[in-house]
Every structure is written in structure tokens, then in C-alpha cells.
């Protein structure tokens, strides 16, 4: 732990002292209590110091980017070691990059990145890029939700379009619900057993491919997108060798977002080809699925903001359809030092939802309070959100900025 | 002939002696939100509130503009440390029922986010500057009485055509002859009630142009002031417009970063 500090405070002041350069960082402490007790979980879903120190530095040819979580996480105490894929342990490594332009109409991001697109707001069907549900639903800044990508990212800007690849050599999965921090449902039961996986991991071969090619046209932001690789989280199962399993997964998907009626209104839609079970009729494995998503958002009032989704996913063969909503409420008070938040998803179809209140208080320009609660609620334990409904916590957080 | 050219330059003369009001408030915008074809510069912001307690803003704003009163903005924020690469961007559009589009790009989620349109009247980053004082209020939105001419000045008062739409009843803004910036604005709210006071605290000309280096702005009924401080201004700068765009949202041009 210690020299892998020190290592990254020389980094970070050697780099400093070269011209051009802008350090960051912030120190955050976070409390997080399950609002029920259940017997032989551990009620603390939430305690941890975060120390994150990040540097960019930019030079006429090129920009370094470095930005490194150091972690110090009382909850999860198996991880000893650094696991910079799972990003348990005391190093999150959440950036380490170089960005370049090789030709005019094109720029090169190669090495560990956050990436995003698509037009959802909490709700994604083209971004196959790795999330973090443990830290999402565990009260962490939003900003974890997105787990970092080992990746090559070229983005190409012909006069008619503009065309992203991301290669990831290696897959990367979501940080998904394993049983640690969080139970979930097996099939059977609701279940705090670690998740035994079979992980694809081999180099070159088990790689990802997300391409997407956008422009503008009379005001809308128009999209294609392509996925090759495998599901984000282990929804098969190899009843074999007793493990779950992330079978192959392509996805084309396109999306359409524009100025409405004074709002913004956003289309998206996808279709997940589970390629190992193309007729689906395999019990262990997911079955291909069409996903569609519309949204809107308007200023309701000043400093009054509201979004509204309606996401709808519908497994092919099996003719089974989800329906989900979201609502965000953003109001930000006292000049804007301020905000309350409300998130909340709810689903008709499967009689569950989940909830995402917060506070946050800025104190000084330097110093902030959080408050923030991850409340689930579901008819069965079976659904997406029902099975965290044992999970349900609030949690406190301090931090301070530099 | 002679007497053909000397009946225009009487016109003329007669003309400029009584600028028309619009005229004086057209030429006041002009020099106040479009001088050259584009610029950049560096602000600090302190916003001081009541008890004296302040926060700090520092933000690289590049501009452009792009034909017919359109103007593109790109907003690079240095402080507070929690916003540090945060990115603005605002394509302005100056027709009636047209709205800017915004966007917020967030670089810890790599995240380019577009803004729904909103009330133009809202704080600016929490200060007391709202946003059509950082980017201008469209002429047409009010109407404009020229008050008094004295040696030096133009006092012109405004009223909005839709009362509805702001926090104001009118507002006077009083405009220096000779540069055409306006030098100080007070705002009346509903209840006639003089509430707010914009001023330009320090004048210097850069590039050739009469440029704004400090502003203040004054909310007199919760007592809290805003002071703006300009620096590293320069003009005609041959800002590329593709610099507008979501490639260099993602990626901090060299003009926002240097």
C-alpha cells in the first residue's frame, strides 16, 4: 500500500512540476447503514476513506491524464490485495492515459478511461461500457457508477459524421452484485454467497469492440451504435462446472435527441443478439432481448428541474416484456450551495422499484455534506429491484476538495 | 451636386446628434457582448454574501462570434477545485422563441451532458451575475426610452415587453458616450422597489476595444455582491469554430487549458 503511494505522489509531483499541468483531488469519508438488520449480514453496507489525487497534464502534442483512488475500506476486508480489474482493495486506478491527435481529424485515447455515451440518464442500452452497480447502489458519488475501461479509443471526424471506437482488449465486466456488500436472488433464494464465476479473460480474444458514429442534423444528435462482446454481468450459467457465466452478446442499438417544447427529449433503442442461444430456448443461457428508452427533460421552475424516462425491455422468445419509469427531481436552494435530489425508478410489470434521495451541501467552496439514500421495494424477491429490498440503506458523507 | 452633398452631411450631422434609442442600445450590445470576431479571457469571481463570508469562481470563457447576432461560448472551469474541467458550452441564438442549446461536459464521467433550456434570469454559478448577464439579453425583448442625454452619458430605460418572463419591472442602464459600454444598470422589482445594481468598476481598452476588466454586481435586498475580475483578454484571436463542438468538449482545447 505504502509504496504504491509513494509511487503516485511522485508521480504526481514530478509531473507537477512541469508546466501545464492541473492536479486535483479530494478527500471523502462515507458512512452507510442498512435500514433493516437482516441475521448474518453486517449491517454497515458503507465505511470508508477515500483519498483521490489526479493530475492532467497538457502538452501541445498531447495530454496525460492520471487520477488514482486510494482506499482505506472498512466494509469489504477480503481484499487485501490491489485487484485493479474488480477495483476492490486500496487502489481504484480510475485514469491513466494518453490522449493525441495523430492527424487532424482524428484523436487517439490509449489506456485506463472512464467512457459514456448514449442518451439514458441511469438507465443505459448503448453504453456497454463497465458500470458499478455495488458502488451505485451502496451511496458512493454517482461518478462510481462508471467503472474505468482498459481501452483503445480513436475517434475519427470525417466532415459527414463523427465515428468512436473503443477496443478493449480484455473484457472488462460491470462491477455487478456478488454477494459482497450486497445479497441477491439465485434462483432460488435471496443470498449473501459469493457469485462463483467463470470470467472471460483471455487477452486478444475475449475483447470488446463498442463503435459509435453520430452528427447533428437541423439540431438533432443522431447515433448508430455497435457492441461485440459479452453480457456485462454473469447472466448465464454453466451447469457443468456450477459457475455463472458471460455469454457472447452483440448489440446494435441508435438514438435520437434534440430541443423540444422547451425541453430535451431523447429516443433510444437496442437490440441484444445473445448469440450462444439464438433461439433461445437454452434454459442456462440469456435470451436476446429489443430495448427501447424515451425521455424528456424541462426546467420546471428556476432552479426546479424534472426528467421523466420510460424504458421498456422485451425478451424475445419468451415473449416476457419489463416495463420501467424514472423521475428526477433536482431542485438546488440557498444560491445553489443546495441540492436535493430524487431519483426513482419504478416498474409496473415487475412490481418493484427503487429510490435514490440526496442532500448535498456545499459548506465552503472546498467542504461538502452528502446525505444520500438507496431504497429498494419490491411484491417478490425474484425481480431486478426486490432483491435488494433487505439492502435498502442511507449514508452520511464528508469531503473535501483541493 | 454641392448642394446634394451638403444636405446629407446635414442630415448626417443631424442624425448622430440624436442617436435614435435604438440605435444607442444596438451599438451598446455590440460593444459589450461582440467586440471583435472572437476573444477569450480569464475570470475571477468573488461572490461575497451577507454575513461576509465569500466563494470563489475562476473559468476561461472563448467566444465566437458566428453571423446575425448567434455567438458560441466555451467555459473552462479552473475553480472551485470540485468543478476543475468542468466544461459550459453555450451556442447562442438571439431570434425570438429560439432557445441556446447548452451542454455540460463532466470529467469524471467523461460524460457530455446537454442542459434543458431555462429561465435566463437564474444565478450564474451561484453568484449574483444571472445568465443573460454573462451572455446578453436580446433587444427585442424589451422596450427602450432614452431618459437623458447628458455630456458624457446615455440613461436609457428598459421595460420588458413580456413583464412576465423576469424578476424585474424595468431597469435603467446608463451608457458612456464614448465607448457605448454601459457603465452601471439598476433594477426595479415589482414592487418599484430598486433591488439590484449592475456596475462596470474599471474600463480599459484592449486591441482596440473598450473592454469591461472589472464588474460588480449588487443584490441590495439580501445584501450579497458579486465582483468579477478580467484578465488575459485578447481579441481576434482566430478561434477555430470546430472548437465548439463535442470532440472538444471531451478534450479541452489548448486555448481553454494554456
Do not use: C
Not at chain 1, 173 to 184: L, P, Q, V
Not at chain 2, 125 to 148: C, I
Amino acid at each position: 500500500m505504502r509504496k504504491y503511494l509513494i509511487l503516485a505522489f511522485t508521480l504526481v509531483a514530478g509531473m507537477a512540476a512541469a508546466a501545464d499541468i492541473e492536479t486535483s483531488g479530494f478527500l471523502d469519508a462515507r458512512y452507510g447503514q442498512a435500514l433493516q438488520n437482516t441475521p448474518d449480514v453486517d449491517s454497515e453496507t458503507l465505511k470508508e476513506v477515500r483519498l483521490q489525487l489526479g493530475a492532467v497534464w497538457y502538452q501541445d502534442l498531447s495530454t496525460l491524464t492520471l487520477r488514482s483512488d486510494f482506499l482505506y475500506d472498512d466494509v469489504v476486508t477480503t481484499h487485501d490485495e490491489i485487484d485493479l480489474e474488480i477495483g476492490e482493495g486500496p487502489v481504484d486506478l480510475r485514469e491513466a492515459n494518453i490522449l493525441f491527435t495523430p492527424v487532424p481529424w482524428a484523436d487517439v485515447k490509449l489506456g485506463r478511461q472512464i467512457l459514456t455515451w448514449g442518451t439514458g440518464d441511469l438507465l443505459f442500452i448503448n453504453d456497454l461500457f463497465a458500470k458499478d452497480w455495488k458502488s451505485f447502489f451502496s451511496g458512493r458519488d454517482e461518478e462510481y457508477l462508471k467503472a474505468p475501461s482498459d481501452a483503445l479509443f480513436v475517434s475519427l471526424f470525417p466532415s459527414w459524421a463523427t465515428i468512436d471506437v473503443a477496443y478493449m482488449p480484455r473484457f472488462d465486466a460491470d462491477r455487478y452484485i456478488d454477494g459482497e456488500r450486497f445479497s441477491y436472488w439465485n434462483g432460488t433464494e435471496v443470498t449473501g454467497d459469493p457469485l462463483q464465476t467463470e470470467r472471460p479473460d483471455t487477452w486478444f480474444s475475449d475483447d470488446e469492440l463498442s463503435i459509435r458514429v453520430y452528427r447533428t442534423v437541423a439540431g438533432w444528435e443522431l447515433a448508430g451504435y455497435l457492441y461485440d462482446g459479452f453480457w456485462k454481468s454473469p447472466q448465464g450459467f454453466d451447469p457443468d462446472s456450477g459457475k455463472n457465466t458471460f455469454p457472447e452478446l452483440t448489440v446494435y442499438g441508435a438514438s435520437a435527441r434534440g430541443a423540444l417544447a422547451g425541453g430535451i427529449v431523447h429516443v433510444e433503442a437496442g437490440y441484444y443478439d445473445s448469440r450462444e442461444n439464438p433461439d433461445g430456448d437454452l434454459p442456462f443461457l440469456p435470451d436476446s432481448q429489443y430495448r427501447f428508452l424515451t425521455g424528456y427533460e424541462q426546467e420546471i421552475a428556476t432552479n426546479l428541474n424534472g426528467a421523466a424516462q420510460y424504458y421498456l425491455e422485451h425478451t424475445s422468445h419468451a415473449e416476457e416484456t419489463r416495463h420501467v419509469l424514472t423521475l428526477r427531481l433536482t431542485q438546488r436552494l440557498m444560491n445553489q450551495t443546495l441540492n436535493l435530489g430524487l431519483f426513482t425508478y419504478w416498474s409496473p410489470s415487475d412490481e418493484d422499484g427503487y429510490l435514490r434521495p440526496s442532500a448535498v451541501y456545499k459548506l465552503t467552496d472546498a467542504w461538502r455534506l452528502e446525505a444520500r439514500g438507496n431504497i429498494f421495494f419490491g411484491k417478490t424477491n425474484d425481480t431486478f429491484f426486490g432483491q435488494f429490498e433487505d439492502s435498502s440503506n442511507v449514508s452520511l458523507a464528508v469531503r473535501t476538495s483541493f | 451636386m454641392k448642394y446634394w452633398s451638403i444636405a446629407i452631411l446635414a442630415l448626417t450631422a443631424l442624425h448622430s446628434a440624436a442617436q435614435d434609442v435604438n440605435e444607442i442600445v444596438a451599438k451598446a450590445n455590440q460593444a459589450s457582448y461582440y467586440a471583435g470576431e472572437d476573444g477569450q479571457a480569464d475570470v475571477h469571481m468573488v461572490i461575497t454574501d451577507a454575513g461576509g463570508g465569500t466563494r470563489e469562481r475562476e473559468f476561461r470563457i472563448l467566444r465566437k462570434n458566428t453571423g446575425e447576432g448567434t455567438q458560441k461560448f466555451y467555459v473552462y472551469f479552473k475553480e472551485p477545485a470540485d468543478v476543475r474541467r468542468q466544461v459550459f458550452m453555450v451556442h447562442k441564438r438571439v431570434k425570438q422563441g429560439e432557445n441556446d442549446d447548452r451542454w455540460l461536459f463532466l470529467p469524471a464521467l467523461n460524460l457530455v451532458k446537454p442542459i434543458a433550456p431555462g429561465d435566463k434570469r437564474t444565478s450564474f454559478v451561484g453568484s449574483d451575475f444571472v445568465y443573460e448577464d454573462v451572455s446578453g439579453r436580446a433587444l427585442w425583448e424589451d422596450t427602450h426610452e432614452l431618459l437623458e442625454e447628458t455630456d458624457t452619458q446615455y440613461v436609457i430605460k428598459n421595460v420588458p415587453k413580456n413583464p412576465e418572463s423576469v424578476e424585474f419591472s424595468e431597469y435603467t442602464v446608463w451608457i458612456d458616450k464614448e465607448t457605448f459600454l454601459p457603465v452601471k444598470a439598476e433594477y426595479l422589482n415589482k414592487e418599484g422597489k430598486m433591488y439590484r445594481r449592475v456596475e462596470a468598476l474599471k474600463i480599459e481598452t484592449i486591441d482596440g476595444f473598450p473592454t469591461v476588466m472589472e464588474s460588480k454586481v449588487t443584490d441590495l435586498l439580501r445584501n450579497t455582491h458579486t465582483v468579477n475580475t478580467f484578465s488575459t483578454i485578447t481579441y481576434n484571436i482566430g478561434l477555430n469554430e470546430r472548437l465548439f463542438t463535442e470532440r472538444f468538449l471531451r478534450r479541452p482545447p489548448r486555448e481553454a487549458t494554456r
